[in-house]
């Protein structure tokens, strides 16, 4: 669904990885010529590390982040982290860069609208994308001609402060510009007082 930046003239690995290693270096530059950055952790044993989050449109900006949802907040690479109840998961993070050092996240954005910041969405049956909706996080799923918004909680997938489900008429995959319309729809009912329905397990 997320077409890549990688411009077409790139054929091999290496000129690959001469791109995104400049893009990373332009990033990390522009960061520090506007940004402070954001200190994440430290996770258990793991120390805190420096983070500058940067939002990128459809058009290739940088953008600061004024606002950064839980959903994008750092996590440690290759680093198991036991929750605080005994008897949960342990959640795996993967996440380039290494702890302790400064990192740029890069969030590819969607468009602008009025109190909501989206991330472009990504996958397939389900489509999936997370942002903020008047300051609060929120998380959309379609799949199988069904939508869903959660928004806010303590836990905005398992346990939201709000959420909404609907079928929809174009059960195949997607376009980016149905999601955000989607994403738009929902806020707009959460903002008219729509009460909350219970959350499908």
């Known amino acids: 669904m997320m077409a890549s930046d990688l411009p077409t003239t790139y054929l091999d690995y290496a000129d690959a990885f ?3 290693s400049q ?6 530059a522009w960061a520090n010529a506007n940004l ?3 200190n994440d952790g430290p996770w258990d044993d793991v120390p805190s590390a420096q983070v500058y989050y940067i939002g990128i449109n459809a058009v290739g900006e940088r953008i600061k982040l004024s606002q950064i949802s839980g959903f994008w907040r750092y996590k440690p690479s290759n680093v198991e982290l036991a929750g605080s109840d005994a008897s949960s998961r342990h959640q795996s993070y993967y996440l380039a860069g290494e702890p302790g050092s400064v990192a740029v996240v890069r969030i590819e954005l969607g468009p602008s609208m009025p109190g909501i910041l989206i991330e472009r969405p990504k996958g397939s049956q389900p489509v999936q994308s997370t942002g903020l909706i008047d300051g609060k996080d929120f998380y959309f799923r379609e799949s199988d001609g069904f ?3 959660s928004v806010g909680g303590a836990d905005v997938v398992e346990q939201p402060d709000w959420y909404y489900e609907e079928e929809h008429d174009t059960p195949d995959d997607l376009s980016e510009e149905a999601v955000y319309s989607l994403i738009a729809k929902g806020a707009a009912l959460l903002r008219s007082g729509t009460p909350t329905m219970a959350v499908e397990q």
């Open 18 to 20: 001469k791109f995104y």
């Open 23 to 28: 893009r990373t270096a332009d990033d990390l």
């Open 36 to 38: 402070t950055p954001v």
């Open 147 to 149: 939508w869903s918004l």
